[in-house]
């Protein structure tokens, strides 16, 4: 295995396209490290906020599109953009919803804050 001296050397003879790539894919696997460890984020995705409501979640997410050459590769996500999420036969469905929230989910959940 090479040592992290090696790896370094390596890295630095890479073009700027290689080095964009391999940030890229660094980015990725940092992600779904932390997303094993429970943090509360999906691969690729920045969650905002999150809402419950009876059994649907509603979260409003930044997203990296996965273009190299996209803005979302060097740091800010696209969006937020609010998905649903529920449970369909032991497997998590996911949804888009837009930009905002249907206003009955979110006159709900104001209902519910209140309470």
């Known amino acids: 295995m090479a040592g992290l001296k090696q790896i ?6 890479l073009t700027p396209r290689e080095l964009r790539k ?5 980015r990725e ?7 094993s460890k429970g943090d509360g984020q999906r691969r690729g995705r920045q969650v905002v906020e999150e809402r419950t409501l009876e059994n649907k979640t509603y979260r ?7 273009k190299e050459n996209c803005k979302c590769a060097r740091g800010r996500p ?13 497997k998590v469905r996911s949804q888009y919803v837009g ?13 519910r804050k209140r309470s």
């Open 8 to 13: 370094k050397q390596t890295v630095k003879s």
């Open 22 to 26: 391999l940030d890229e894919w660094l």
């Open 29 to 35: 696997l940092v992600s779904g490290v932390d997303e």
């Open 60 to 66: 409003l997410e930044g997203v990296r599109c996965g």
């Open 78 to 90: 696209h969006g937020p953009y609010w998905y649903s999420y529920s449970r369909v036969n032991g």
């Open 99 to 111: 930009k905002q929230l249907p206003r009955e989910v979110e006159n709900e959940s104001q209902k």
